[in-house]
């Protein structure tokens, strides 16, 4: 089992303004397929300090291994969660995102204004996504099958990347 958190970064749904978080369900789905349980989630609003703390917090205090953000990556002015993100980050993981928006560009070209980044942090990974569910869908799919090796990388399971074949 991958122990995961979902951080949603929004102002409306941090103020309590949301009905839903959309997004985190379909977060939660996809990584069921991969052996993942969603045991911390948190909604904080747009700020770069508290999305940071809440990513602190679940890294190295919940002991989360796979950490998935939801929204807050754009171009807005208060679009901050990939420098929160840079900001607890002690390895850069830049295939991630660059996977994420070569899939995202195969159904929109806005793709390419993410700012996504994915990073570890002791024994987790985090990665950020959009904030629209279909956003999720299609750049948590595009990595989904990596983000299981890159955990079990991470917890030390792993001594040698190739696979038979290779």
Do not use: F, K, W
């Not at 299609?138 to 299981?148: F, Q």
């Amino acid at each position: 089992m991958i122990r995961v958190g979902v951080l949603t970064a929004s102002d409306r749904g941090a103020r309590g303004e949301r009905d839903e978080d959309r997004s985190a369900a379909v977060i939660r789905e996809l990584v069921s397929g991969i052996g993942g349980e969603v045991q911390s989630y948190v909604v904080v609003p747009d700020e770069q300090e508290a999305i940071a703390a809440a990513l602190r917090r679940m890294a190295d205090e919940e002991g989360m291994e796979l950490v998935l953000t939801t929204g807050g990556t754009g171009l807005g002015p208060r679009d901050v969660t990939p420098e929160a993100t840079m900001d607890v980050a002690q390895r850069l993981v830049p295939g991630i995102p660059e996977a994420m928006r070569r899939e995202g560009a195969a159904h929109t070209p806005r793709a390419m204004l993410t700012r996504a980044v994915a990073v570890a942090r002791g024994g987790c990974l985090i990665v950020n996504l959009p904030g629209s569910p279909r956003g999720v869908r299609e750049n948590l799919g595009a990595v989904l099958e990596a983000l299981g090796h890159a955990v079990e990388l991470l917890r030390g399971a792993v001594q040698d990347c190739a696979r038979p074949e290779d």
